[in-house]
């Protein structure tokens, strides 16, 4: 951005430059772009591929399941549920098909497969979990068709490299820029979405500022055997250009809700402890290795075991290598629970709480979601929608503004009301806050002389507007790099 200030002052510059456009926006507002730090566009892609069954009973599903199988080939059929949905099992599933493989999702984290699936990939009796997975086995020891943290597991065939990218550039256009984001921090599911990215990126179709975390094995859809795969080649974060950079990586230290490290699975039996991934001196030597080769580093811990078990380690890998601005964080923290202790030592050790205010949608009343508190105590949780295809109407950041606003569920019933914070407030989450997370303040996130002047305009000042109208809004222009990469009326259908 190069000027700022009345009509008249800015069009002065603009004579000096004939070939700059001018866009007379009428007393419309104009915010800085808004900033997704965590999200998996390319799964919200695919899952537009796949059958769409969320908040549907079993029955309901397999309703539509066998609508869908009749008449028509299928190599794979996968079908798209939501948070907290009961999914069929692998006998209500085979009496879909004994035949062709099916896979029912309920999130990134847990799905339902039947028999065809399973065998397909080798799940059968005897069959042993790899670390960070778990497949359910009944008394007899035969798989149930419950996978936890296994999706990769199954060779679900992938679109081609030309119908990847059209997903890709229609998801960011129509999901993200749509309603004002600009720049996103994503977790490519597959080697075949980097390329496609970059592909976008070399012809100048790529619709927002893209950041690449890349997850490292053992996790959910991994595309590093190792931190040391990273490391050695020397690319650190922020390798790349200012639209398509490499931002980090991600290590799953548990995994979600049944399958987290929580001390409340501890009265179980040890096999139902979690899906813990890593040794401890596993993960502090990874966060040691990454730290020596300049990568910011994501843990997912959503358990307070788990999130314990990562800032002890990030402790002492600080110990290591020095105390360095690495900007390390915490994927999860706040969500289902808080306490002093726990904000004292985000605070000491400088990490940085990532809660996601859209997961207040799908909360039952237990939940916390604590961004007051985190807030109040001089921490910055960046804003994001964390979805997967599992909430598709998260990836508008004004859906996560109204959650942090009102705390209402789908059911209508307020969570933890105290953790509300203010529409300003909530806005520099997906601003401020977002741009910091990445490393990248003062350069996005913000308006102001010097920064690259990516913004959204809207009609009516949403920050005027009540939580229910903020759930559905969508910007009149988006631009990113003085281009408009969205305009309302234009879509890209």
Known sequence: MTALGTTAEVLARVEASADIPVVDLVGATVLPG?????????????????????????EQTLHRLRESIKGSEHDWLVAQGTFGQDLPGRAELDSVS???????????????????????????RGYTSP????????????PTGRVDEGYHLFPVPAPGPERLEAMLEHELRESFARHGVTTIFELP????????????????RLPTRLGLTLTVAPGLNAILASVDQLAGIGLGSGFGDDRLWLNGVKLFLDGDHSSSYDSEHLSLSPS?????????????????VADEARLQVWIHAIGDLAQSVALDAIEEARRATGRRDRRTRLEHVGNLWIDEALIERLRDLEVIPVPTAGFIHASDEKGVYAFRSLIEAGLMPPGNSDTGGTQPFATNPWFGVAAMLDRKNQQGIVV??????????????????????????????????????DCAVYRDDPRGATPDELRDLEADLTIVDGRIVWRRGARDD
């Open 416 to 453: 933890n009301e105290s953790e509300a914070v203010d529409v300003h407030t909530a806005v520099r989450t997906y601003s401020e806050f977002a741009a910091y997370a990445g490393g990248l303040e003062g350069r996005i996130g913000v308006l102001r002389i010097g920064s690259r002047g």
């Open 272 to 288: 139902r402890w979690g899906t813990v991934t890593r040794h401890y001196a596993d993960l502090v030597r990874e966060l040691v």
């Open 34 to 58: 808004l900033i997704d730090s965590h999200t998996h566009v390319e799964f919200c892609a695919l899952s537009r591929d796949w059958l769409d069954v969320r908040g549907l009973a079993p």
């Open 98 to 124: 004994t035949t062709t493989p099916i896979l029912v999702r309920e999130s990134m984290h847990r799905l339902s497969a039947n028999s065809a699936a399973l065998i397909r990939v080798g799940i059968v």
């Open 189 to 204: 599911a597959t080697a075949a979405g980097i390329r496609a990215y970059q592909r976008l990126n070399a012809s100048g």
């Open 131 to 142: 670390r960070g997975t778990l497949v359910e086995l009944d008394d007899d020891g035969e």
